[in-house]
């Protein structure tokens, strides 16, 4: 009797056993470093669109763009997967932003109401951090500089409706909310980076942490001074994209995911297994 296994069922098999995994990786979902650094981004873009609208309350041409914008920071995916760590914020960060949304529309908004919900929307944004980001990703410098760069992609988007792309320098001011966001994440991004680099390892040239306090600087001052959107690119790719690069390795290669890496294992498995079957055949 023959009692050899069918090459085709031990790769069903090694199939299989990649499927089983990824059913239980999906089932806990344990957000990975790309998915933490957007959040660490999202916990500074909120809080700048909030306090334009309070800023902004009684002009509806600008709070219509903030609400818009809110929208794209923070949606239904986010408060999902707020929900998979913890369910009173998962209702108490997109409840508390609609509330604001729809206090500021009122004909007659209450601000003191506002500012007090747009303070409470600020403390459920701090305190999500730990719950939404594991430890290891918290600690690890990269994850933190990809959430610079994030916020930073905000600021060139921002600054280039603000400005319609405008290479005249100084660059006319089209949309004022627009201006406001990315004056707002500019803020945001300085106040991120003198938090990083104050964790950034010896082994980091003094050079480079120089280059990226100057390009920070410069990024706020050029926004002030309504500097043409090609200043605030190369200040942004240039110099501070470059420089993460190189300290925080912000640029790496793609990596297969792991359910897809043991499935690729397993089926090299099979083939050393049938080739072995093969020569003892012969």
Not at 151 to 160: A, F
Not at 202 to 221: E, G, K
Request: avoid cysteine; aromatic fraction near 6%; charge should be neutral.
């Amino acid at each position: 009797m023959n009692r050899r296994i069918p090459v085709v069922l031990l790769l069903i098999a090694a199939l299989s056993f990649g499927l089983i995994y990824t059913s239980k990786a999906a089932y806990a979902h344990n957000f990975g470093g790309d998915e933490s650094a957007s959040y660490l981004a999202k916990v500074k873009e909120v809080p700048v669109e909030t306090h334009a609208i309070l800023n902004d309350v009684g002009n509806k041409t600008l709070l219509d763009w903030h609400f818009d914008k809110i929208g794209e920071y923070w949606n239904s995916n986010d408060t999902r997967e707020m929900n998979e760590r913890n369910q009173l914020l998962a209702k108490q960060i997109p409840g508390t932003i609609a509330s604001i949304i729809a206090e500021a529309n009122k004909t007659n908004p209450n601000v003191s109401a506002i500012k007090q919900m747009v303070s409470n929307l600020d403390g459920y944004m701090a305190e999500s951090v730990p719950v939404r980001i594991d430890k290891p990703q918290l600690n690890n410098l990269t994850v933190s500089a990809l959430a610079i760069n994030d916020v930073l992609g905000e600021v060139m988007e921002g600054y280039g409706d603000a400005t319609n792309s405008s290479n005249s320098n100084p660059a006319l001011i089209v949309n004022v909310a627009a201006y406001q966001n990315a004056k707002g994440l500019a803020e945001a991004a300085q106040s991120m980076w003198n938090d990083l680099k104050t964790k950034t390892p010896s082994n980091v040239s003094s050079a480079t942490i120089s280059n990226l306090d100057t390009a920070f600087a410069n990024l706020t001052q050029s926004i002030d001074k309504n500097a043409s959107d090609d200043q605030i690119n190369n200040i942004v790719n240039g110099t501070i994209k470059t420089n993460f690069a190189t300290a925080y390795r912000t640029v790496v290669a793609p990596e297969f995911p792991v359910p897809l890496a043991i499935a690729v294992a397993s089926l090299a498995g099979v083939i050393v297994v049938a080739r072995a079957r093969t020569r003892i055949k012969l």
